[in-house]
């Protein structure tokens, strides 16, 4: 694994940040993102359901058979799809990237410190939460950038990432490190509404089948393309959403 270049409250970074890429990060925003992602995936109570619970459904029947595995989630935000990986493989050594320290901190703090986490939304008409985090012993959360991964080559068993590749400055050179990192045989799983944000990602990776050329090039064989996987966003205390139109995508190395 890289050395790690400093700690800030547990969280080990492995990318330099800058204090102006701290202020340029949209994912830093502690009431627009934090706050946001932990009523998402943290508090079920809030719209009765767990908002994200299609991905699981697409992603699970992908899982290693073998308990002991390494597994990494990018682009984790507040850490409930790695979590749930953690508490079904407790032999696992389980690692959450992300590039936003606040994400990974409220992802610390909740589901290996064990804190309590009040989640206030009540400008979005929802009834304030308090939850109480858990204490797992094999999930870590680490600062890097999804391009420069601090794991080893072929080091880890299964990869997932969710609402991550369309939101990367170069999602080639993204897939080509997930791709150095994993195992032979080790799966890559992707949930992704390909809602670029730049012209010239729409030309390279749309339609799909761009994508997959890309994916196949890089070396990935593809085992599962599902598309039109519908994630219900929810907006607010009223029933607004937003919907997402994603494609599953299951590769092996
Ligand atoms: C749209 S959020 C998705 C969060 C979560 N995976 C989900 O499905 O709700 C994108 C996340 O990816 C992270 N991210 C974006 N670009 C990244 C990069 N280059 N390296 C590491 N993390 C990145 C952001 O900080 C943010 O937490």
Redesign the pocket.
């Known amino acids: 694994m890289q050395d790690l270049i400093y700690r800030r409250k547990g969280i080990p970074f492995f990318h330099q940040k800058t204090e102006l890429e701290f202020q340029q990060?949209i994912?830093e925003r502690y009431h627009e993102?934090v706050v946001r992602?932990s009523a998402?995936?943290i508090a079920d109570e809030l719209w009765g359901r767990y908002p994200?619970q299609p991905?699981y459904d697409f992603a699970e029947k992908h899982y290693p058979r073998d308990k002991k595995n390494n597994i990494l989630e990018?682009?984790?935000?507040v850490g409930r799809?790695i979590a749930s990986l953690a508490i079904q493989y407790p032999k696992s050594a389980c690692w959450g990237?992300?590039?936003?320290y606040q994400?990974l901190k409220r992802a610390n703090e909740y589901w290996v410190e064990g804190k309590e986490i009040s989640i206030d939304l009540t400008d979005k008409g929802l009834e304030q939460q308090s939850k109480k985090g858990e204490h797992l012993l094999n999930l870590k959360f680490g600062l890097?950038?999804?391009?420069n991964l601090p794991f080893g080559d072929n080091s880890q068993h299964l990869i997932m990432?969710?609402?991550?590749i369309d939101?990367?400055?170069n999602p080639k050179v993204?897939l080509n490190e997930m791709y150095r990192v994993l195992r032979p045989a080790g799966k890559l799983i992707m949930i992704s509404p390909l809602n670029f944000k730049k012209s010239e990602h729409w030309k390279l990776y749309y339609p799909p089948r761009q994508l997959s050329n890309i994916i196949k090039e890089i070396g990935f064989n593809i085992i599962e393309w599902k598309e039109e996987i519908v994630i219900n966003e929810p907006m607010d205390g009223h029933g607004n959403l937003i919907r997402w139109n994603c494609i599953g995508m299951v590769v092996e190395k």
């Open positions: 990060d994912y993102m992602q998402l995936h994200f991905i990018l682009g984790c935000g799809w990237i992300d590039y936003s994400m890097a950038k999804i391009e990432n969710s609402f991550l939101r990367l400055e993204g």
